[in-house]
């Protein structure tokens, strides 16, 4: 069965890794436009390097959990596409075999001048040079507010193909990803929400479970796996 799937900082919480809008979130404790826009880079690199430095330390310490696991058990008997708003790699520790990164990876480092790609040390500075064009523009290879999120092509048209879409721990609020349920679902896909609580787009889904990841992911896989 061709399956594509949506995974948000929900999938990673039980992991340890912090999400973006819960009460003791990131975004309480750091402005978005200052630490996830290129404007916010443009003005303090020194800034927005230390938050993903920490947020790439935080990723490095935290191990796959269950749910990242069953995803990966799901991929080894049916046709999963993996779509994930995380900028972690649990997903490919896990053992998931092809992971489309739509924000991008911690993992990853772009040039802000010549737009050449290289693999992330674990801490970045901005004066690092780059590798190919030498200037010191280094930035995350993370796509934030305001530009384009990577693979958009191919994401739609794996939604337009699926025959399942489901939703993992993600709240909804950041478009194009809320939106794929909604499409998966014109497209004849059956859709369903995996959350803790219910996203701003709940609404959306055939069938909502209610609980933590590592339960329900499992519990999912299972009885398509049977
Ligand atoms: N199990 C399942 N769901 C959970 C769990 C858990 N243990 N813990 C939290 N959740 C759910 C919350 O209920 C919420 O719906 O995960 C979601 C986390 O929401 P956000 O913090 O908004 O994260 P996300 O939806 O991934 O944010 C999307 O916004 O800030 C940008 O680029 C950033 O990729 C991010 C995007």
Not at 53 to 64: E, H, I, L, V
Not at 77 to 91: A, F, G, P, S
Not at 191 to 218: C, K, M, Y
Request: charge should be neutral; charged fraction near 20%; glycine fraction near 8%.
């Amino acid at each position: 069965m061709r399956i594509a799937v949506l995974t948000g900082a929900g999938i990673s919480a039980e992991s340890g890794i912090r999400t973006f809008r819960a009460t003791d979130g990131l975004w309480e404790e750091h402005r978005i436009e200052d630490v996830a826009t290129p404007a916010g880079f443009r003005r303090d690199p020194v800034l927005v390097h230390r938050f993903y430095n920490m947020r790439r330390a935080d990723a490095a310490r935290a191990r796959p959990n269950a749910a990242h696991r069953a995803l990966a058990a799901l991929a080894q008997r049916h046709q999963v596409t993996l779509i994930t708003q995380n900028v972690d790699d649990l997903h490919e520790r896990g053992g998931s075999p092809e992971v489309i990164h739509m924000h991008g990876s911690l993992l990853g480092a772009l040039c802000a001048a010549c737009g050449h790609r290289w693999s992330a040390t674990l801490v970045m500075r901005s004066l690092d040079p780059c590798p190919r064009c030498g200037k010191p523009a280094t930035r995350p290879d993370i796509v934030w507010f305001g530009e384009i999120p990577y693979h958009m092509e191919r994401i739609w048209a794996a939604v337009e193909e699926a025959e399942i879409f489901a939703a993992i721990g993600t709240s909804g609020q950041v478009y194009p990803a809320a939106g794929l349920a909604q499409h998966a679902h014109r497209n004849g896909a059956r859709t369903v929400e995996l959350n803790l609580a219910s996203s701003a787009v709940s609404s959306d889904f055939d069938e909502i479970r209610a609980g933590p990841a590592t339960q329900l992911v499992p519990a999912w896989v299972a009885e398509l796996t049977a």
